[in-house]
């Protein structure tokens, strides 16, 4: 069982340092994993994807470790230097969640389209895998956004997989040069309208077109704005954003007391 429709969220968040193991599953990652509509009495699959930060095995060693202390069933797909499963596509469509990790959006765009990997990813949206994860791991899936592939300055990347049809922007409070990049993007029509998000906000999608259906927070106080253009200028209007419950440091079984919420209807409920 799957997501009720093709479902995106795309975050500058995830694993948050660990109590216990140097890293722990974090208010957004269990949010994917609350939309995948995991049936009762199974462990959530979660496929893990660190090609933007080039398949280092000691942050794939940290993840497991930390899906592990929350009943996750998690497993990594690696692409360098060889895939390590004999299918892509099976391995992607058997997964719950694939949560993609930060690093380079450049290089990450690059390899996907070399093993066809984006075409997987499509159809493994559209079946309603949920497609999630932080930083590149969120730009991806959009139009294009800004990203310091090529070096400390921001730059404009306008080839994004497209499943989102407008842009993102990330990292907002912590880069000071990331905003008016991204502005001045939109302003003179490199990227298109869009969405920027401070550190541990996500903002969801559904359906396909992908919709905006709300921005959500792993702690209080994160923004989130929508950015237009209005006359060769962009325009910020702000966004609600949702605060997430606080996830649990440690959760021998599955299914956490606070998994159900008011704005998911019995049907979509785990």
Known sequence: MTASEPTILATCG???PGEWDESAYGPLLFEAIRHARVPAGRAPRVLHVNTAGGDQRTI????LAAARAVGVDARHLRLFGRPNVPSLRDTVLEADVVW???GSLVNLLAVWRAHRLDD?????WEAGVVLAGGSAGALCWHTGGVTQS???????VADGLGFVSNSLGVHTDS???RSPAFHAAIADGTLAEGIEIDEGVGVLYRGQ????????SDHDGGQATRISRDSNRSR???LNVRRLPDAPTLQPTWRPTWISSPDLTDEETP
């Open 120 to 124: 997987v990813l499509r159809e493994a």
């Open 175 to 177: 880069d000071p040069n």
């Open 209 to 216: 077109p992908a919709t905006f259906v709300e921005a959500v």
């Open 236 to 238: 910020a209007t702000p």
């Open 150 to 156: 090529f070096g400390p300055t921001p730059t404009a």
């Open 60 to 63: 794939e060693g940290a993840e």
């Open 100 to 102: 993609v990790s930060g």
């Open 14 to 16: 995830g694993l948050l």
